[in-house]
């Protein structure tokens, strides 16, 4: 089993809707998760720490569950450029690696 | 302010040629790591470190080396090319390697075909 799965899409919404990714991991003792944007042809772009109580920035609603060892990310009203490749980051207690999923396309069509 | 700076941006190599891929941050990070990305992979860590003169290794790191000789460089070195480490490289620094995470910047990548 992979240590970071996420569903690799793609994911076509419609400009406007809400579209919610998952992300599961292995490594129960896992302590720091994050969400990357990357464009197409282009370096990974944090969008936003995931934290225990959940957290929002604008559109943008990250959740953590460790019970189901699972991050979300939520996006409400969808822009068209919100089309891109969404990188969960996985990082467990006590190592410095980071772990990455192999991302979820999202296209949204006007 | 800089960032993450890496170079070449794009390299042609033949089997069994030798190279060093270029990483430098003006961040004052601490950690700085590589990984190398593949269609259907993901990114996958190859070596990383914790500070000048530490050093580890990631998922992948056979045919490469790395050292940190200061902050802020952090070269890769391909000691043999194989076809098979065609890819997107890319070097990432970080602030902390305490508990608490930043997450990474990362420099834009290099291409890498090895014919």
């Known amino acids: 089993r992979k240590e970071v799965e996420q569903d690799p899409g793609p994911f076509n919404v419609p400009e406007g809707a809400t579209v919610a990714f998952n992300c599961t991991y292995s490594?129960?003792?896992?302590?720091?998760f994050f969400w990357y944007r990357q464009d197409c042809r282009k370096e990974p772009k944090l969008l936003m720490s995931v934290y225990s109580s959940g957290n929002e920035d604008g559109r943008f609603t990250a959740q953590l569950n460790r019970a189901s060892q699972y991050i979300s990310l939520l996006i409400r009203d969808s822009k068209l450029s919100d089309s891109a490749t969404y990188l969960c980051?996985?990082?467990?207690?006590?190592?410095?690696?980071?772990?990455f999923g192999t991302g979820t396309r999202l296209k949204v069509l006007a | 302010n800089a960032g993450v700076t890496q170079t070449p941006k794009f390299q042609v190599l033949k089997t069994g040629q030798s190279m060093t891929l270029q990483c430098a941050q003006d961040m004052n990070h601490e950690y700085m790591s590589w990984y190398r990305q593949d269609p259907g992979m993901g990114l996958r860590l190859i070596h990383y470190?914790?500070?000048?003169?530490?050093?580890d290794q990631g998922e992948v790191p056979n045919g490469y080396n790395v050292s940190r000789s200061t902050t802020e460089d952090f070269p890769l070195r391909l000691l043999s090319a194989a076809p098979s480490q065609t890819s997107v490289y890319f070097c990432?620094?970080?602030?902390?390697?305490?508990?608490?995470?930043?997450?990474?910047?990362f420099g834009s990548g290099t291409r890498l075909t090895v014919v």
């Open positions: 990432a620094s970080s602030p902390n390697t305490g508990e608490k995470s930043y997450g990474y910047t």
């Open positions: 980051v996985v990082r467990a207690s006590g190592t410095y690696k980071y772990i």
């Open positions: 490594n129960s003792a896992s302590q720091s």
């Open positions: 470190s914790v500070g000048a003169g530490i050093t």
